[in-house]
């Protein structure tokens, strides 16, 4: 395993190819319509700035609760029973799918994926969610580079 992943990681549109650079997008992200870089830090939307300060607490909730917490698609594609989930997502992926009511931005973009994730479990979809229909290369590259929840 550790042979795959380290060629992996050299491979194109992997880790190998970041320098830091805003323009450069993960593979999940080049699937999406309007993702931005991680390392875009300077635009408006962007959430680079959220996702490096929540890094560490993402790493504090892993030794914390080790065993009841899966990080997917890091710990595997395949969610256990009865393990809490810790997974990327992407409000806007469902915004408009949700009305904003009184909300203010922040608080519809909570309500929408609360929203769209009771409805895709209570009607069986979220699965299929779990489980995107990747190539086998490009699952290789998204359990390195992450994926979000709900691109297909």
């Given at each position: 395993m550790r042979k795959v992943r380290a060629s992996i990681l050299f491979a194109k549109g992997s880790w190998?190819?970041?320098?830091?650079?805003?323009?450069?997008?993960?593979?999940?992200?080049?699937?999406?319509v309007s993702a931005k870089s991680v390392f875009r830090f300077d635009v408006q939307g962007a959430v680079a700035k959220s996702t490096y300060a929540g890094l560490p607490w993402l790493r504090?909730?892993?030794?914390?609760?080790?065993?009841?917490?899966h990080f997917w698609p890091f710990d595997g594609w395949e969610i256990p029973e009865g393990v809490s989930?810790?997974?990327?997502?992407?409000?806007?992926?469902?915004?408009?799918?949700?009305?904003?009511?009184?909300?203010?931005?922040?608080?519809?973009?909570?309500?929408?994926?609360?929203?769209?994730?009771?409805?895709?479990?209570?009607?069986?979809?979220?699965?299929?969610?779990?489980?995107?229909?990747?190539?086998?290369?490009?699952r290789k590259i998204a359990e390195i580079e992450g994926w979000i929840l709900g691109v297909v």
């Open positions: 190998s190819d970041v320098s830091g650079d805003s323009a450069w997008l993960r593979l999940t992200e080049q699937w999406t504090h909730l892993r030794r914390q609760c080790r065993g009841r917490i989930v810790v997974a990327e997502v992407y409000p806007s992926l469902w915004m408009k799918r949700f009305p904003q009511g009184g909300l203010n931005s922040h608080q519809h973009a909570a309500y929408a994926v609360a929203a769209w994730l009771s409805r895709a479990d209570l009607n069986g979809s979220l699965r299929q969610y779990f489980n995107p229909p990747l190539e086998p290369e490009e």
